[in-house]
């Protein structure tokens, strides 16, 4: 996949007026984990504060992977990710 149409998936997502902000931020997580990197979305979980106080910018997430998962995350440094 080229850079250009990584760019063009994830800005698709964000200029869809019909999502909300979470919906956006988890449509974009599953277009990275999913999609590119393949990981089994019952393999992780991610954590953030921001979902508990909505009106915070989304700063810091924590995310925990299956360690066997976790490796496949190198499939995004094709895209210049990471």
Known sequence: METTRL???????????????DEKLSDILKYL?????????HK?????????WKKWTVSDLDINLD???????????????G
Request: glycine share 2%.
């Open 7 to 21: 760019d063009q998936t994830i800005k698709d997502i964000i200029m869809n007026k019909s999502l909300t902000k």
């Open 33 to 41: 984990f999913v999609d590119l990197c393949n990981i089994d979305q």
């Open 44 to 52: 992780y979980f991610i954590l953030g504060s921001y979902s508990i």
């Open 67 to 81: 360690n066997k998962e976790f490796y496949k995350l190198h499939n995004l440094t094709e895209w210049s990710i």
